[in-house]
Structures are given as C-alpha cells and as structure tokens.
C-alpha cells in the first residue's frame, strides 16, 4: 500500500499499540516499525514491554524516561495555571501528551522514519492530542492510525495478535481501561460506564479509601518560589521527587480522587474516575498563595484564563499560539508568588489552615487590622462612596415612585 516505508509508532504494551505493529506492517505495507515506549512515572517495569514489541515483530524497541521532563515542563506549568478542566481535572493524561508526541517526533527524526504512529481509537481525547501535536512540530510526518481504521473489536484485536504471536492479556483481564503516570491515575469502562455505579474500591492504586486513612490529622507546609512548589516541610525536594512525596501524603489521607462526568472533544459525554492526590494538593496550595500575593485584579483575570488554559491542553492545542500567549501572561503572574501554604490532611480532604509569605504578601496588617495599629484612613471611605454610589442614587432618585 506505501503509505509509509519506515515508522516510529508510540507504544504502550497493551494489546492495542501490540497489534499495530504485525497490522502496520501485513495490511499497510510498512517495512520496519521502531517502538517508542515512555517512561512517565507509572511505575510498569518497561523492559518486558521493550521485549514484547520486538516480538511482536519491531525491528527496534526504544524505551525513554521522560519523567523529569514531564513535570518540570507540563506539570509544573499547570500548578502555576490552576488548571482544571471543568473544573475539577488537573489533566493528568492530557498533560503527557504533548511530551510523548515530541519525543516521538525527536526519534522519527534520528532514525530518519517517514510517518509515526499511534494505537489510539477514534472516540478519545488522546488522538487529538496525539494527531495536533504531531502536526504542529512536524507537519511533514504522516501520521499512521491503525486502531482508528482497523474496525476491529476487541476481541477480534485479541485474535488477530495471537494469530501473529501476540498473546491475549493473561489472567482474568481488568474490566477497566487504565491511563496512569506519575501524575495520576484514569479508570474508566466496564461497570463504571454506568454513571450510577459507584466506583468500586479496587479500581484505586495512588490513594486510601476514607475508611483505611489515619485517624490522626496531619499538618504540612508546602513552599513556593515563582508559582513554582519547591519544600514540603522545609524540605527541599526536586520537581519529580517533590511530586512523589505529595502524591504519598495525599494519597495517604485518601485526597485526591474524582468521580465526573466529563465533556470529551469528539463531542460524547463520558464517565471518569480520576485519582490524582499529588496535584490536587499542590494545585490548592498554589491557588491560596496567589491569593496573598496577587493583586484582585490580576487574580481576577487569572481564574478566566486559567479555564482556558485548562480547556487548550484538554483539546489538545499545547503548541498552539493561544496557548504559548497564555504561557507568557501565566508566567508573568508568577514572579511573586512566593511563600508557604499549611494544610491539614485528614479523612479525604486537605484544609488550608494558614499561608504567609515574606516579601510578596500584599496582606498589609495596618490596614486590615481592627486593633490599635490600624492605619486606614476611615474618613476617606465617605467620598469614596459618594463617587461609588452616585449612579445608583441617580438611577434610583430617577425612578422611585
Ligand atoms: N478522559 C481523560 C482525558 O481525556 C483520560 C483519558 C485516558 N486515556 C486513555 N487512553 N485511557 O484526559
């Protein structure tokens, strides 16, 4: 068929991203397939999937560890824009896309590949993702989409890999289909595609159930510099291990999980549990010491952007110009948001129970203050609120009857 001779296909293990590869090469004509296999933190030994993609006929099976790029440069960047998609979702999957997609492009460019490919079906975010940020870094690639063009099922996928070597999911297969990293955790299918049903406590990994967390509060710190969160308890961690010690104390308290019914791009409702402590956490950090340190209005127009911001990395338009606008109204935003946050951790959920900030705090004690050190001129509020009200008094001397 020639649509490509050399291919660089993003792979995962699972039976889908397997099967591409005897697929891309028996229907599609494509004469080698190179593997990319990331390593995001979600804790899978990779070097059985580096061995299950040459035997499922890759002539080479590359594995990479991206995890500090991944939080350095898209989780970090989404505590600093409190992003959360509708609200609620800190973007855990979302956020890996973009990296894998560059990546993928980096080694289709060192092994001179023509196309790359990926094993995402054609009802998810995740090709979106996949397909926009290609095409964005590399407009010259093509872009191979097996499991979106197969319309196999599922367990005509499972039969067509075994008749090329690929064996079916061993055990009694999970009902569920699982997204992880080191940010978090998605389930969603089987039962849980009823939106009635709750979800089942085996479908969590990253965090306790209410019932099993301590009886005892906890009470942490957590420190910023520029928006970014740097200590937890006066300790300085680096980005990934920093990511890990918040996943473990929320995770620990069982914070951080959701149930929602989410707005998918491709147009369908769709039912999500996420567990995500670790950003859950930082995110409501972050959000409590911009706060204190930035200006109303600035906090103002942030939250609006924040939503778009969210709503760009869902849809998939990392690389895109809004996207890199916002980066830089978001990052200017930053600068002083310095200091600490406590939280007390207890039965599922994180209060804040005091921030401060030396330096950056626009909370001024003699104006606030109703004791003896106040300093707010009282006298002023009068022609103040003259000037404020005089539409209102206009309109109403106006109109009352
Ligand atoms: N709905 C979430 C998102 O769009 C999670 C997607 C999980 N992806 C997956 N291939 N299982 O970000």
Same mark, same amino acid.
């Given at each position: 068929?020639?649509?490509?001779k050399k291919?660089?296909?993003?792979? *995962?293990?699972?039976?889908?991203?397997?099967v591409?590869?005897?697929?891309?090469k028996?229907?599609?004509g494509?004469?080698e397939?190179?593997t990319?296999?990331? +390593?995001?933190?979600q804790g899978?030994e990779?070097?059985? #999937?580096?061995?299950?993609?040459?035997? =499922?006929?890759?002539?080479?099976?590359?594995? /990479?560890?991206?995890i500090q790029?991944?939080?350095?440069?898209?989780?970090?960047p989404?505590?600093?824009?409190?992003?959360?998609?509708?609200?609620?979702?800190p973007?855990?999957?979302?956020?890996?896309?973009?990296?894998?997609?560059?990546?993928?492009?980096?080694?289709a460019?060192e092994?001179?590949?023509?196309?790359?490919?990926?094993?995402?079906?054609?009802?998810g975010? +995740?090709?979106?993702?996949?397909?926009?940020?290609?095409?964005?870094?590399?407009?010259?690639?093509?872009?191979?989409t097996p499991?979106r063009?197969?319309?196999? *099922?599922?367990?005509?996928?499972?039969?067509?890999g075994?008749r090329?070597?690929i064996?079916?999911?061993v055990?009694?297969k999970?009902?569920y289909?699982?997204?992880?990293n080191l940010? /978090?955790?998605?389930?969603?299918a089987?039962?849980l595609?009823?939106?009635?049903v709750a979800?089942?406590e085996e479908?969590?990994?990253m965090?306790?159930?209410v019932?099993?967390?301590p009886?005892a509060?906890?009470?942490i710190?957590i420190?910023?510099?520029?928006?970014?969160?740097?200590? #937890?308890?006066?300790?300085r961690?680096d980005?990934v291990?920093l #990511?890990r010690?918040?996943?473990r104390?929320?995770?620990?308290?069982? #914070?951080?999980?959701l149930d929602?019914?989410?707005?998918r791009?491709v /147009?369908?409702k769709?039912?999500e549990?996420y567990?995500?402590?670790g950003?859950?956490?930082?995110?409501?950090a972050?959000?409590?010491l911009?706060s204190?340190?930035?200006?109303?209005?600035v906090l103002?127009s942030k939250?609006?952007?924040?939503?778009?911001?969210a709503?760009?990395?869902y849809? /998939?338009?990392?690389?895109g110009?809004l996207? +890199?606008a916002?980066?830089g109204?978001m +990052?200017?935003?930053?600068?002083h948001?310095?200091?600490?946050?406590r939280l007390?951790?207890?039965?599922?959920?994180?209060?804040?129970?005091?921030r =401060?900030?030396?330096?950056?705090?626009?909370y001024v004690?003699?104006?606030? *203050?109703?004791? *003896?050190?106040?300093?707010?001129d009282?006298?002023?509020?009068?022609?103040?609120?003259?000037v404020?009200?005089?539409?209102?008094?206009l309109?109403?001397?106006?109109?009352r009857?």
């Amino acid at each position: 068929m020639g649509r490509a001779k050399k291919v660089v296909l993003a792979y *995962s293990g699972g039976v889908d991203t397997s099967v591409c590869i005897p697929y891309l090469k028996q229907e599609w004509g494509v004469e080698e397939v190179i593997t990319f296999a990331a +390593d995001l933190g979600q804790g899978d030994e990779l070097e059985p #999937i580096r061995l299950k993609a040459l035997e =499922a006929g890759a002539s080479q099976s590359l594995v /990479g560890d991206l995890i500090q790029p991944f939080i350095e440069e898209f989780a970090f960047p989404a505590i600093r824009a409190n992003a959360l998609y509708e609200g609620r979702y800190p973007l855990s999957t979302a956020l890996a896309r973009p990296l894998i997609a560059r990546r993928l492009v980096e080694v289709a460019r060192e092994v001179g590949a023509d196309a790359v490919a990926h094993g995402c079906t054609g009802k998810g975010n +995740d090709q979106v993702r996949f397909d926009v940020a290609i095409a964005a870094l590399a407009p010259d690639l093509k872009v191979l989409t097996p499991a979106r063009e197969w319309g196999m *099922s599922r367990e005509e996928t499972i039969a067509y890999g075994e008749r090329c070597g690929i064996p079916a999911p061993v055990s009694k297969k999970s009902p569920y289909s699982i997204d992880l990293n080191l940010l /978090g955790r998605s389930i969603e299918a089987g039962p849980l595609e009823d939106p009635m049903v709750a979800p089942p406590e085996e479908v969590f990994a990253m965090t306790r159930s209410v019932a099993d967390t301590p009886d005892a509060p906890e009470e942490i710190e957590i420190s910023f510099e520029a928006g970014n969160p740097v200590a #937890i308890n006066g300790q300085r961690l680096d980005p990934v291990a920093l #990511i890990r010690e918040a996943n473990r104390l929320a995770g620990t308290h069982g #914070i951080g999980r959701l149930d929602m019914i989410e707005n998918r791009v491709v /147009g369908i409702k769709s039912r999500e549990i996420y567990e995500t402590p670790g950003l859950l956490l930082l995110i409501q950090a972050h959000q409590e010491l911009e706060s204190l340190t930035l200006a109303a209005d600035v906090l103002r127009s942030k939250r609006q952007l924040e939503m778009q911001w969210a709503d760009l990395v869902y849809q /998939g338009l990392w690389f895109g110009p809004l996207k +890199d606008a916002l980066d830089g109204f978001m +990052d200017r935003t930053q600068e002083h948001v310095n200091g600490v946050v406590r939280l007390r951790l207890h039965k599922g959920t994180a209060t804040v129970t005091g921030r =401060a900030s030396t330096g950056s705090s626009l909370y001024v004690p003699e104006m606030a *203050s109703y004791g *003896s050190e106040d300093q707010f001129d009282h006298r002023a509020a009068e022609g103040f609120i003259y000037v404020w009200g005089l539409p209102t008094r206009l309109w109403a001397a106006t109109h009352r009857k």
